[in-house]
């Protein structure tokens, strides 16, 4: 026993000496630094930073990583303050689509950046072959307890399946439209959860609504954009609360009609509604929580472009005079239709009045963040600048917003278009207003149909309360356009409130309120005699002039305007004979028209900003100076 405890000390004392010599030999202590720094270089590939091999705007460097976009992000319908925010780093494995799910992860992309964009700190491209997939251990606050728990995605691009701590929450598809689940009965005991979402996104190679995202962006078409796009976000609710509400003024009756969607409602429950305006509260009305509460508004503040004023809404959910729920939301009173002038010919009316309705097409992309905007103030820029342009409207072009984007131009006072996304092009374009080819109507296969369909009534139904919206765009220059004349009245049907533009540029079907030409570069107009007398006329599409500014475009090469300049005062010279031209097209019939575009985008270069917003290539002033004199011109 005591010769092996000999040996074996003399066999530690043996190891010690050579560690230590191995230890102060140059060569391990060179392999050990080595090690280190490819470890350092490891983490630094996983760790978030913005992508910079391209432009991007002013903002991206005021992305907080821990925090980016904390806004509350439903401002149509706001509970009380028990909500979490989970926007922020996640982390990301992009595998193949036949693989289940992945063994271990990329490193981190920062949420709600779409996984191509810079500010995601990836800035790979996924496709059809491809699964993207978020993971994340999420704590649910204490306050939430006893709650049912709401797990909110403002949207993701495309097919989305979520996973709670293992177990499927549910599955969506649609990458423009809000959804839910409650992942209340998944929840462990503990704090901690862990949420893992699968993302599939076939850009231009499925049926779905896309939008402008194509494989290999080039001109008019851009990068793709999947995954989660918008925020991310938990809500603790009782078990009975209000999941939506709709607002429809009627100012010729002097009312507003107020209903709302109950979760598991029970007989005999109320809703209260209070309509404040500031802190006064103008009228009350209590009505059951399955009806529809019609509130008298005498002598009410109209909304319009120059005097956006907001209602206030308090409702509150009651069963047997206790409070089960409440939110506050708000409404404006305003009207938007149709009427002759006194040469018959149909106008635009805003409150029963002529508005000339002039803004820029808009697409609302950013090179660093694609769909999404860096910051809020990043958001609200655009939309600060081109009312400051002496715009008084914005077509929103073939891509929806996030809600508080809506919100902003409710309060500016700012009148929107909204297109639908459009998907599963290929069928013939006619742009001449009199020739209606009948025969151009794409034959959609039912389930390109059935995603056409389903996500374009919810995008109805989730914009719906919005009072800036005024025109609802089913289709853009047949691109899928199919079922014209159904898909319009299915349009008008659903939201009575609102005007119809069926196709903006074409095919051209008499269905619907408005007859659209676009028409590059000059500004022109449908004949008011072939269409004045059924529809409004308005110039969907004009412009485009291109000004390339050094520094600032997204590619070096094949940048391209429908009509190109050398300097910012040829352009504005050019432009303002556009303007010149409106001023006699509206006496004549013309009652909306719609400039491209608010600011570069990819390869477009004939925005009034560049793609980065650091350049305005025609001063502000300059440009409010000949837009303000069209809306002073009446039929």
């Known amino acids: 026993m005591k010769r092996r405890s000999q040996a ?11 560690l230590k010599q191995l230890v102060l030999s140059p060569f391990f202590l060179l392999s050990l630094h080595l090690s280190a720094q490819t470890n350092k270089a490891n983490a630094q590939q996983t760790e978030w930073h913005v992508i910079k091999d391209k432009i991007v705007t002013p903002w991206a460097e005021k992305v907080n990583p821990k925090a980016p976009l904390p806004e509350y992000p439903r401002p149509q319908l706001v509970r009380n303050n028990n909500w979490k925010n989970l926007n922020g780093l996640w982390q990301y494995a992009i595998v193949p689509k036949t693989v289940a799910a992945p063994t271990k992860y990329d490193g981190q992309i920062l949420v709600p950046f779409a996984v191509e964009s810079a500010l995601s700190g990836v800035g790979k491209t996924v496709g059809k072959d491809s699964t993207l997939w978020y993971s994340n251990t999420i704590t649910v606050p204490s306050s939430m307890k006893n709650k049912a728990v709401l797990l909110h995605f403002g949207a993701v691009d495309w097919q989305t399946e979520v996973f709670v701590n293992g177990k499927s929450a549910g599955k969506h598809e649609g990458g423009f439209d809000p959804f839910t689940f409650d992942i209340t009965a998944l929840l462990n005991n503990g704090a901690k959860q862990e949420i893992k979402i699968r993302v599939w996104d076939p850009t231009d190679e499925g049926p779905q609504p896309r939008g402008k995202q194509v494989r290999k962006p080039e001109g008019i078409w851009y990068t793709p954009v999947t995954g989660i796009w918008q925020t991310v ?12 509400t709709k607002h429809t003024p009627d100012i010729d009756a002097h009312t507003i009609t107020i209903s709302a969607e109950v979760a598991n409602i029970q007989t005999g429950d109320q809703l209260k509604i209070e309509v ?31 005097n956006p004023f907001l209602y206030d809404l308090h409702i509150t959910l009651l069963r047997k005079n206790k409070v089960v729920d409440d939110i506050k939301s708000y409404f404006a009173m305003r009207k938007i239709s149709m009427g002759k002038d006194a040469k018959g010919i149909q106008r635009m009316l805003l409150n029963n009045q002529f508005v000339f309705q002039y803004g820029p097409l808009d697409q609302g992309w950013y090179p660093d963040g694609l769909y999404t905007a860096a910051t809020e103030k990043a958001m609200v820029y655009d939309i600060d600048k081109l009312k400051a ?18 919100n902003y131009c409710d309060k500016s006072g700012m009148l929107l278009w909204q297109d639908m996304p459009s998907g599963d092009l290929g069928n013939g374009w006619e742009n001449r207003p009199g020739v209606l080819d009948h025969g151009s109507d794409k034959n ?22 919005f009072p800036s919206i005024v025109v609802w765009v089913p289709f853009n220059e047949a691109w899928g356009q199919f079922k014209t004349v159904e898909i319009t009245e299915w349009t008008m049907k659903k939201d009575p409130s609102r005007l119809v533009n069926s196709a903006s540029g074409g095919n051209f079907y008499v269905t619907g309120h408005i007859i659209d030409l676009h028409n590059y570069p000059h500004p022109a107009m449908p004949s008011p005699d072939l269409f004045g007398e059924k529809q409004i006329l308005v110039l969907g599409e004009f412009g485009g002039l291109g000004l390339p500014v050094d520094g600032h475009t997204w590619q070096q090469k094949n940048n391209w305007g429908y009509q190109s300049f050398k ?31 608010t600011t570069d985008v990819e390869g477009e270069i004939n925005g009034f900003m560049t793609y980065d917003r650091k350049v305005m290539k025609v001063p502000v002033e300059q440009l409010k100076s000949v837009n303000s004199k069209l809306y002073t011109i009446q039929p």
């Open 233 to 244: 976000w938990l809500e603790a609710v009782p078990e009975s609360y209000i999941m939506s």
């Open 567 to 597: 300097n910012s005062n040829d352009l504005f010279v050019k432009y303002s004979s556009f303007t010149d031209r409106l001023a006699e097209l509206i006496p004549l019939g013309l009652s909306a028209a719609v400039y491209t575009q």
């Open 276 to 306: 404040l305006d500031g802190k006064s509260v103008v009228t009350t009305k209590q009505v059951d929580a399955a009806g529809t509460a019609v509130i008298s508004m005498e002598n009410e503040k109209l909304w319009s472009t120059t």
């Open 444 to 465: 959609r296969t039912a389930t390109s149909e059935g995603y056409y369909r389903k996500e374009w009534d919810i995008i109805i139904n989730s914009l719906y309360n």
């Open 8 to 18: 074996y000390s003399r066999s530690v004392a043996f190891i010690g000496t050579y």
């Open 389 to 406: 342009m002496g715009f008084n409207m914005i077509r929103k072009h073939i891509k929806v917003e996030p809600a508080r984007y809506y």
